[in-house]
T-cell receptor, first 110, second 112 residues
Framework: TQLLEQSPQFLSIQEGENLTVYCNSSSVFSSLQWYRQEPGEGPVLLVTVVTGGEVKKLKRLTFQFGDARKDSSLHITAAQPGDTGLYLCAGVYNFNKFYFGSGTKLNVKP | KAGVTQTPRYLIKTRGQQVTLSCSPISGHRSVSWYQQTPGQGLQFLFEYFSETQRNKGNFPGRFSGRQFSNSRSEMNVSTLELGDSALYLC???????????FGPGTRLLVL
């Protein structure tokens, strides 16, 4: 059983569409991170959210941490082919234990 | 600054053999964590080393072990390989245990 459930598992959309990826848990995390991983590479950190209710924006990406610090979402506006990749959320427990979600594989078609 | 490097990048072994993977962290980083990534289980934490001491361990059998050297380089060893050990093994380093992790490109292990 995954501590962090990500949905959807797969997403294939056209360039210009919007999308949201969800990361849910029954546990409370001290912080939550979002990564993007491309084939043949390790995950690259996109953002860390720490405070319940926090919203962070990174260009066309908007990250939100739930009020209870148990869930998070990643919203991409006007997706581009360069956004294609595996998106992973990671809950940080007790400040030094990382639990990763199973990932959302995003494919943006031109 | 050079990123996290992992060697080898690809490895093919047979069941019953053992394997050692190496990770060189970013200069100045003292914490090194190892993860196993498979399509079925996703990214799972193996263990974390900080200043040559194992600080955290995930739920993996004793066949998986690791160590860290005084220069912060780390090795991971898997003995008596099983088919299910086929995976991408990722190493991540950080300055301290609570800082941002930077991942290497991984070692892809195939067990036949």
């Amino acid at each position: 059983t995954q501590l962090l459930e990500q949905s959807p598992q797969f997403l294939s959309i056209q360039e210009g569409e919007n999308l949201t990826v969800y990361c849910n848990s029954s546990s409370v995390f001290s912080s939550l991170q979002w990564y993007r991983q491309e084939p043949g590479e390790g995950p690259v950190l996109l953002v860390t959210v720490v405070t319940g209710g926090e919203v962070k924006k990174l260009k066309r990406l908007t990250f939100q941490f739930g009020d209870a610090r148990k869930d998070s979402s990643l919203h991409i506006t006007a997706a581009q082919p360069g956004d294609t990749g595996l998106y992973l959320c990671a809950g940080v427990y007790n400040f030094n234990k990382f639990y990763f979600g199973s990932g959302t594989k995003l494919n943006v078609k031109p | 600054k050079a990123g996290v490097t992992q060697t080898p990048r690809y490895l093919i072994k047979t069941r019953g053999q053992q394997v050692t993977l190496s990770c060189s962290p970013i200069s100045g980083h003292r914490s090194v964590s190892w993860y196993q990534q498979t399509p079925g289980q996703g990214l799972q934490f193996l263990f974390e080393y900080f200043s040559e001491t194992q600080r955290n361990k995930g739920n993996f059998p004793g066949r998986f072990s690791g160590r860290q050297f005084s220069n912060s380089r780390s090795e991971m060893n898997v003995s008596t390989l099983e088919l299910g050990d086929s995976a991408l093994y990722l190493c991540a380093s950080s300055q301290s245990r609570q800082e941002t992790q930077y991942f290497g490109p991984g070692t892809r292990l195939l067990v036949l």
